[in-house]
Structure formats: structure tokens, C-alpha cells
């Protein structure tokens, strides 16, 4: 089974070659390298450049500047392997890498999706609280990508990174799935990429490292383009409920908890950039999540500090 590396990259020009050698230092050579320059301003192309005799099978495209989704997407159309991995250029990934995802595929008869673990770590000279945990707790084979997706909730392993997952390339051709070209593209897919994936492989092995540094999608400060690119997610979870409902009813209780999820995230960046109210669509949209106990975790997240601290005297807690 061949695996192609998809690579967007824009104005990584400190972290790129960190990357790339981590890539092509793999136990086991990579089939395929995708780098897609996505209208980088500084030195990124000419230090992707110095690679290109490092395997004949690197390829380096340039666009104009559209954004991580589409540029991923871009890698994709180009990808000529069973399998994609969209690895971001700020990151590393770990040696064994490669020669751990095929031994995977190989002894599951070709999953639709592999997930990983992975770990974080602080870019030097850089000081953040941000310190996600890309843990998936959980090791197992999965006949659907639903019974993943819940066994994934219950351990607190659902993650949404795209470089945390490897997947089937004819999966995503035959279901059309692409990212799309807004902030928090990761979140929008992961539903439907569960939903309608067949067999899935789960494993606690860390092989990936997640940098967190100054100017990256992360850290960056929250603008309404968070909040917009939230609003896509929900719709997409509507998207799906409508087109495949069958799908969605064998993992109702999981799709509604997804829903609201990002129903309290969108109201907690809304908080945070100084937009209020939900749009109107939204709303709308909503009701398929709510029910009474989510409606009073709202009601309490928005109450000033003096009447949490009365609630929580009344409740005891």
C-alpha cells in the first residue's frame, strides 16, 4: 500500500526544513511528497527547493495564497497513492511514521481511516498556555467509522486535526470529500468523514509532533472568521443528517453531542471577539441539538460570575 504526504505550506520558512527532514528520515522511504506552496511571501519555496533531489517522487506546486483547505485540497487532486496524509509544514513527524501506517493497513486489510496519537511541543523561545493533548486513549479496529467516532468520544480521543489521521484516497474521491476553503476546515470534515467511513483503525502510538509557535492558525488571536468557520461545521453536521440520515441515526446520541459542541464553542468565540448573538440560520439550525440540559449549561456559561457562584451554592458544587 503507498501512502502520499500532502504538504501545504505558507511562509514557513524558520520550520520547513525541520519538517521535510523529518519526512525523508522516515525507517521506511516515503512513496509520495506533495508540497504545495500556497503564495508564500518569504523563503519558503527556495528552502523546499534545496529538497527536490531528495526523492523522485517529490513534487512542488505553486498557488496563489487560498488558504490551508484548498491547498490541501490542491494536494489531493495531484496525489497518486492509496492513501493521503495531509501533514502540516510547522510540524514533525516521528520515524517510524510510515513503516508504523503500513504495517497497520496491511494487517487490517486497508481501513478507510487510520487515527493516531500525537504530542505537542513549545517552538523555542515560545511561552503559551495552548497545550492541546492529542492522546486518542484507545486502541482497536472499528467496523464503521460511527463505532470509531463514539468509542473515540467515550475515551476523549476524538481529535480533529487532519495530520492525526490517514485515509483512504478512493473513500474521500468516492464520498467527495474535500476541505473547504474557511478557518477550523478540520472541524467542518470530521463528521462526515466518520460517518460515512467504513472500517476504521484506532491506535495510541504517537507519531506525530504538534509545534506551537508564535503566528500560527492556533495561537493566533479569535476573529469572526472563527466564529464563521464554526457556523460551516454545524451546517455540515445538517448536511449530513439530511443526506444520509441512516448514518446519522446509528450514531444519533454522538451526532447531537458533536452539535452541541460546537454550539458552545461558536457562543464561547462570539464571547471572546465581542459578537453576541448567533445569526439567524444558526438558530435555526440549532434546534436539532438542543434539549433542556443544554439549554441550561448555556444559560449558565453567560451569567456573570456572581450568579454562577449563587448556582453553584444552591447545587452544592
Avoid at 481501513?111 to 492522546?135: A, E, M, R, T, W
Avoid at 439549554?295 to 456572581?306: A, E, G, M, W
Wanted: net charge positive; hydrophobic share 40%.
Amino acid at each position: 500500500m503507498s501512502i502520499s504526504i500532502i504538504i501545504p505550506a505558507y511562509n514557513v520558512e524558520s520550520y520547513l526544513e525541520e519538517a521535510l527532514i523529518s519526512v525523508f528520515s522516515q525507517n521506511t522511504p516515503p512513496d509520495e511528497v506533495i508540497l504545495v506552496n500556497d503564495g508564500s511571501t518569504d523563503h519558503t519555496l527556495a528552502v523546499a527547493e534545496k529538497f527536490r533531489g531528495c526523492h523522485p517522487n517529490f513534487w512542488i506546486y505553486s498557488t496563489k495564497n487560498n488558504g490551508l483547505g484548498p491547498a490541501r485540497n490542491y494536494g489531493l487532486d495531484k496525489a497518486t497513492c492509496d492513501y493521503v496524509y495531509f501533514f502540516d509544514s510547522d510540524d514533525i513527524l516521528i520515524p517510524s511514521f510510515i513503516s508504523t501506517i503500513v504495517e497497520k493497513i496491511s494487517r487490517n486489510l486497508q481501513p478507510d481511516i487510520l487515527c493516531f496519537s500525537g504530542k505537542s511541543f513549545l517552538d523555542s523561545g515560545f511561552k503559551s498556555n495552548f497545550f492541546n493533548n492529542y492522546n486518542r486513549n484507545l486502541n482497536g479496529t472499528f467496523d464503521s467509522g460511527i463505532e470509531a467516532f463514539k468509542q473515540l468520544a467515550d475515551h476523549k480521543g476524538l481529535k480533529t486535526s487532519a495530520c492525526l489521521y490517514v485515509v483512504k484516497s478512493e473513500f474521500l474521491y468516492n464520498n467527495h470529500l474535500k476541505f473547504k476553503s474557511i478557518l477550523h476546515e478540520d472541524e467542518e470534515i470530521l463528521a462526515p468523514l466518520f460517518f460515512l467511513a467504513g472500517k476504521t483503525v484506532v491506535f495510541d502510538d504517537i507519531l506525530f509532533l504538534r509545534r506551537v509557535r508564535h503566528g500560527s492558525i492556533m495561537t493566533a488571536n479569535k476573529t469572526i472568521n472563527n466564529i464563521l468557520g464554526l457556523e460551516e461545521s454545524v451546517r455540515s453536521l445538517i448536511f449530513l443528517k439530511e443526506n444520509h440520515p441512516e448514518k446519522v441515526a446509528l450514531g444519533k446520541v454522538y451526532w447531537k453531542k458533536r452539535g452541541q459542541e460546537l454550539l458552545l464553542n461558536i457562543l464561547n468565540t462570539k464571547k471572546i471577539v465581542g459578537h453576541k448573538r448567533l445569526s439567524m440560520d444558526i438558530l435555526k439550525l440549532s434546534a436539532s441539538f438542543l434539549d433542556i440540559y443544554f439549554v441550561l449549561r448555556i444559560t449558565y456559561s453567560f451569567l456573570p460570575d456572581r450568579l454562577r457562584a449563587v448556582v453553584r451554592n444552591i447545587l452544592g458544587k
